[in-house]
């Protein structure tokens, strides 16, 4: 008698965390989590859309990716499929400088909503610290105040995610990341440090970045914290275009398409640096970045990684 053969069905998932030799898998028909074992360095990333059959998993086509270069000239991927990149920063410890304009930049050259978190509204430095991040950068991006410890400002940024979106929080080790997620999902408990009083630096608690479902709506994955937000396959008319603060010169104002906004004529975005219409240490601050992107592009193994991306 001919046996019948079993049809093993696809499943369809999304990683929620990664271990480097193994993924955690969310199935979307169900509901239920599974950990499939996976190459170290197979490029899979938490936020990727899978399809699992036999134990093999497929990454499907992602939507959207966002990169970043860290000190010693790595690349790593944050998280794929997102829409809204979130900036998570405070009084103490604070950013490195250019962190926030690097995360702004990327995340805008990635097709993502970039906001600014300012966390631990309950500390005395806060109230100085959050009117020079409003002054600089209240007309390019949405910005969230809250205290995590003390739960204020919490139900704002919930409502905002519960509209369907699904973000990454960036930040510094100790801003409170994984304070602000324990405060959104109290069940998931996850673990917090303390900021040194010598160096004002915190202890990275999140080792693994790791998927969360909100209850109302909305996606929010955890990542750990690093100091560093270098770019990655960002060009100069990127720069020029994204950069936080020329919004209001506009794409097309200048003279040139590929306005560099550094020694072309008629340049609208020098025009209202003069006029003081643009502050001058943010235009300081922009020519900077310039040069790091004109000096990455001069680099063969990254103006050739750029290239590739393009065609894809």
């Known amino acids: 008698m001919k046996k019948e ?7 369809n998932g999304v990683i929620v965390a990664h271990y480097g030799v193994a993924v955690d898998v969310l199935f979307t028909k169900d509901s239920e989590r599974s950990m499939i074992r996976v190459k170290r360095n197979s490029g899979h990333v938490v936020g990727d859309k899978v399809v699992i059959k036999e134990d093999v998993l497929t990454r499907l086509e992602r939507t959207s990716e966002l990169s970043r270069m860290d000190a010693r000239g790595g690349i790593h991927i944050v998280g794929a499929n997102l829409d809204v990149l979130c900036i998570v920063v405070s009084c103490e410890p604070l950013p490195p400088p250019g962190f926030i304009d690097r995360a702004i930049v990327s995340a805008r050259a990635s097709g993502l909503r970039p906001v600014l978190i300012i966390n631990k509204s309950d500390l005395a430095c806060f109230a100085g610290y959050q009117a020079a991040v409003k002054q600089i950068y209240s007309e390019s991006v949405k910005i969230f105040t809250l205290s995590a410890e003390a739960g204020t400002g919490i139900e704002t940024l919930n409502t905002f995610f519960n509209k369907g ?3 990454v929080f960036v930040g510094p080790t100790g801003v409170g990341k994984s304070s602000i997620l324990n405060t959104l999902l109290p069940e998931i408990h996850l673990t917090t440090g303390e900021i040194s009083e010598t160096k004002k630096r915190g202890r990275n608690t999140t080792t693994v970045s790791t998927l969360h479902l909100l209850s109302d709506g909305g996606e929010l994955i955890d990542s750990p914290g690093f100091n560093d937000f270098g770019l990655v396959d960002i060009s100069v008319q990127q720069l020029s275009a994204y950069f936080p603060g020329f919004e209001k010169a506009g794409q097309d104002d200048c003279k040139f398409r590929d306005c560099k906004h550094r020694e072309e004529p008629d340049c ?16 300081t601050s922009y020519l900077q970045m310039l040069t790091e992107v004109e000096a990455l ?8 990684r750029r290239n590739r991306r393009k065609k894809n």
Do not use: C, S, W
């Not at 053969?5 to 499943?11: G, I, L, R, S």
């Not at 640096?273 to 502050?279: G, R, T, W, Y």
């Not at 592009?297 to 050739?304: L, N």
């Open 268 to 283: 609208k975005v020098k025009m209202l640096v003069e006029q003081k219409q643009i502050d001058e240490t943010r235009y």
């Open 165 to 167: 979106h699904r973000g």
């Open 297 to 304: 592009d001069a680099e063969p193994k990254y103006r050739e």
């Open 5 to 11: 053969q079993t049809t093993v069905e696809n499943k």
